[in-house]
């Protein structure tokens, strides 16, 4: 609810910045919106993980799917919002402070009904943390597995081909199809569309058959490959019409944040405390891949006046993408080759950087428990 509350505060600053025409003043409001953006995206993450740790991935989905109608919802009615005011647009901005501010009610609301029950339904380890845990756990945080930062750097390339491309979308079908701007905004919603069914039906099929080492890069892997030829198809000639690249790059933004964001909790060692940081962490990178793909999508379109260079970086994106989750199915295929021929078990480094297998992290002999150490 606090960060609800910074978000708020961050458009409404936004807001005046565009109504007086001052520039600094909306990148301050835009920087303060950010931040609440990131730590609300992260906790709804972290709290899927506590809550329904047997349907995580469902959970996840679930949140992508209203995510996605978020986006479809905002897509379709900036444009007519602002026509409604002679073309201004700080008023779809208004429009979207709005939305903020209900997000906000909402949270309190469920904070409010939650709180006799919250902790009976949350496991006490991950509620409170104090003291030396708290440094114990910021420790492990900076030795985090290599397969968490795997799962990282496959989050920054697929979400800079899908956020950036979300800031220009409308404009580029603009100028390339000649639509105006309430239709542009319609086609762009397009890309957002499949998620709202597409994103939980993913996640319960793979809380149903469980998530193997195979599975889920294989998925990846499909998901790149089909946004990939998207994208060129976007930026060629060869279709009149956007309908179907949109499509196909609304299932992959469909698919990939659902599967990402559940193997982030199999990605990490140690208790839920560390749910939060991880997929803080998480976002730190989507919010790196966004900020270096705005970047260049403002150079390139500065030196090229079009857009069309930008939409193939993006294809060229998830073709990276795709050859990382092919390094990590073969990874995973050696591991799992090399524990069935020695017949061991899967020591605690091997387990770590596993981030495809359910597993229940055990409390190590020589440790506390977490809720041993409450009670001392």
């Known amino acids: 609810m606090f960060f609800l509350g910074v978000v708020c505060i961050g458009q409404f600053i936004f807001f005046l910045g565009t109504r007086i025409h001052t520039y600094w003043l909306a990148m301050t409001g835009r920087f303060i919106a950010g931040v609440g953006q990131g730590c609300v995206s992260s906790l709804t993450g972290a709290i899927a993980a506590i809550y329904f740790p047997n349907k995580i991935t469902f959970a996840i989905g679930l949140t992508e799917s209203f995510h996605s109608l978020s986006g479809v919802v905002s897509k379709t009615t900036l444009a007519p919002v602002a026509e409604l005011f002679h073309g201004d647009y700080s008023m ?3 429009w979207g402070l709005f939305w903020c501010l209900v997000s906000s009610v909402v949270s309190y609301w469920w904070l409010k009904m939650s709180k006799k029950t919250r902790y009976r339904q949350m496991p006490q ?6 003291g ?11 030795m985090l597995p290599l397969a968490f930062w795997v799962v990282c750097i496959l989050h920054l390339l697929f979400s800079n081909a899908h956020r950036v491309f979300g800031h220009i979308d409308a404009d580029y079908l603009r100028a ?4 105006s701007k309430v239709e542009s905004g319609q086609s762009a919603a397009i890309t957002d569309s499949l998620g709202i069914i597409l994103s939980p039906v993913m996640g319960l099929a793979i809380d149903y058959t469980g998530r193997s080492a195979v599975s889920l890069p294989v998925i990846l ?10 994208y060129y198809l976007l930026s060629s000639d060869l279709l009149a019409s956007p309908d179907v690249p949109l499509f196909m790059l609304s299932f992959c933004n469909a698919i990939t944040p659902t599967v990402l964001r559940a193997t982030v ?3 990490i060692q140690g208790s839920g405390a560390l749910f939060a940081t991880a997929y803080g962490c998480y976002e730190v990178m989507e919010a790196a891949g966004v900020f270096i793909g705005g970047w260049m999508v403002g150079l390139v ?5 079009t857009y069309q260079e930008v939409v193939l970086w993006f294809a060229f994106s998830l073709i990276l993408a795709v050859l990382l989750s092919l390094t990590l199915l073969v990874m995973q295929s050696r591991r799992g080759k090399a524990a069935a021929e020695t017949g061991s078990t899967t020591s605690d480094e091997e387990e770590g950087n596993s981030i495809l297998t359910d597993r229940v992290t055990m409390p190590k002999k020589d440790q506390p428990s977490a809720i041993g150490g409450h009670a001392a």
Not at 301 to 305: I, P
């Open 301 to 305: 379109k500065t030196m090229t006046g």
């Open 125 to 130: 380890q991950h509620v409170r943390v104090k």
């Open 265 to 267: 909790p199999s990605a």
């Open 92 to 94: 779809s901005i208004l």
């Open 221 to 230: 892997m499909v998901a790149g490959l089909i946004g990939s030829l998207g």
């Open 176 to 179: 390339k199809y000649n639509y």
């Open 132 to 142: 030396a845990a708290i440094f114990r756990d910021f420790r492990r945080t900076l």
